[in-house]
């Protein structure tokens, strides 16, 4: 299926909505008597994106904060966490680790390790999107931050050893140093608590110890996920389904192709079969924990996102989309 985007118009920009919005936020995450520059400190002026597009999204440069030392909780430790409640969860050098979403909300970045195996592990809540990343780029242990600017509403990351911009959704620097330079993906689940302690039931569970004071019962974003409001400009809308629909994505040699919830959940069977790039696919989907992964030939598990249908294809305007029955 061809998608046939349009320019961003009107219908969503509101830029004195954008402004009071950049201050709610600001004033959740930011106590500091000054504010942020325009750029936040970073030089745009080279960037694989237009400058233009990169925009301030309220708090400064770490105004939202990374967590770089986290600590972890043992399952029965874990009483914080309600069975609906949302987790990232990653399984790496067999160990498994899940990141509650509600703390994620107030830190979007947690520099871990995996027996000495650095890994970046990255949300962005206007996007709905969580990636997992290794963080050895270049020869180098990189450790990162949250820029405080955004691209298609997507976080732009950085790392403080070079200074270089990163696009989470892209997987790509787009300025410093190290501008085109590629992240490696992992693995990363989004799904339930429920489902993630029942898969793995010694998994470590990052606390709410991260010494920052936060109301992790509370979300800074209430009402976001079901809304209309995209809170940021973007390049491209397709108008097929609800901004906020979940997609499964997934990238092969170039090749992009988001599996709607919607359509998922429209068979009887939670496993699919697909073919991308010529690969053959095992799709998962399981509707209770809304989530899903996808498997190769091999039964190995690539690399996907869960994000909200808007931002898939303000990345990915040619990205191809599963409709049940065709």
Not at 16 to 24: C, K, P
């Amino acid at each position: 299926m061809d998608l046939n985007p349009v320019v961003f118009k009107h219908k969503y920009a509101r830029p004195a909505i954008y402004a009071l919005l950049a201050l709610i936020l600001a004033g959740y995450f930011f106590r500091h008597p000054g504010y942020a520059t325009t750029n936040n400190g970073f030089n745009l002026s080279n960037s694989l994106v237009p400058a233009e597009q990169i925009y301030h999204g309220g708090p400064p440069k770490d105004g939202i904060p990374a967590i770089d030392k986290p600590e972890f909780l043992t399952v029965r430790q874990a009483g914080f966490l309600k069975p609906e409640d949302r987790v990232l969860g990653a399984t790496y050098n067999g160990i498994s680790r899940a990141y509650p979403v509600r703390i994620l909300n107030y830190h979007e970045i947690v520099n871990d390790e995996f027996l000495e195996q650095a890994v970046v592990i990255t949300y962005c809540p206007l996007c709905g999107t969580g990636m997992a990343f290794h963080a050895d780029i270049s020869g180098q242990t990189r450790s990162f931050g949250v820029s405080g600017l955004l691209y298609n509403s997507d976080m732009l990351l950085y790392d403080r050893e070079s200074g270089s911009l990163w696009s989470q959704l892209m997987k790509q620097a787009i300025s410093g140093p190290l501008k085109g330079e590629k992240l490696q993906q992992i693995p990363l689940a989004h799904t339930t608590w429920r489902d993630w302690k029942k898969q793995h039931p010694q998994t470590q569970v990052l606390s709410t110890r991260t010494g920052y004071s936060r109301d992790y019962t509370k979300t800074p974003y209430p009402g976001y996920s079901s809304s209309n409001v995209i809170m940021f400009p973007v390049n491209y809308q397709a108008a097929q389904y609800h901004p906020k629909e979940q997609v499964l994505g997934i990238e092969i040699e170039s090749t992009f192709k988001a599996y709607p919830f919607s359509e998922l959940a429209k068979f009887d069977s939670r496993v699919l079969h697909d073919m991308v790039a010529g690969q053959k696919l095992e799709v998962q989907f399981d509707p209770l924990n809304r989530t899903g992964k996808i498997l190769d030939e091999n039964r190995k598990e690539i690399p996907t996102v869960i994000s909200f249908w808007f931002a898939w294809v303000a990345f990915h305007p040619e990205s191809k989309v599963f409709k049940a029955g065709l």
